[in-house]
């Protein structure tokens, strides 16, 4: 079992900057590849970028890319998700979540662990 708590989501203005965390516990969590999904109201949770296990390579998806940042710290079991120039329509519920296959995935079926969401508001 892996454990997976989010931190550090809040209301901002568009353009402002914001780092959200992912603390990890239980298995060996530089196993996993690691990634983030966002889902907003009335709508379907999305990939939003992902991290190798030893994060040797990352993906995210076109509407983030050149804008969010995805880092992990094996030694902290956490993983970080960096956002700039922040829009509204980012405004989600943002999830990590754990994969065991070797491969990075959007698709939300593919992960074994999820955290319970913290939410990010980016006011116009």
């Known amino acids: 079992q892996v454990q997976l708590v989010e931190s550090g989501g809040g209301m901002v203005q568009a353009g402002d900057s914001l780092r959200i965390s992912c603390a990890a516990s239980g298995r060996t969590f530089s196993n996993y590849a690691m990634s983030w999904f966002r889902q907003a109201p009335g709508k379907e949770r999305e990939f939003v970028a992902g991290?190798?296990?030893?994060?040797?390579?990352?993906y995210y998806a076109d509407s983030v890319k050149g804008r969010f940042t995805i880092s992990r710290d094996n030694a902290k079991n956490t993983v970080y998700l960096q956002m700039h120039s922040l829009k509204p329509e980012d405004t989600a519920v943002y999830y990590c979540?754990?994969?065991?296959?070797?491969?990075?995935?959007?698709?939300?079926?593919?992960?074994?662990?999820w955290g319970q969401g913290t939410q990010v508001t980016v006011s116009s």
């Open positions: 979540a754990a994969s065991s296959r070797p491969i990075l995935t959007k698709s939300t079926a593919a992960y074994d662990y």
């Open positions: 991290i190798r296990w030893s994060a040797s390579s990352t």
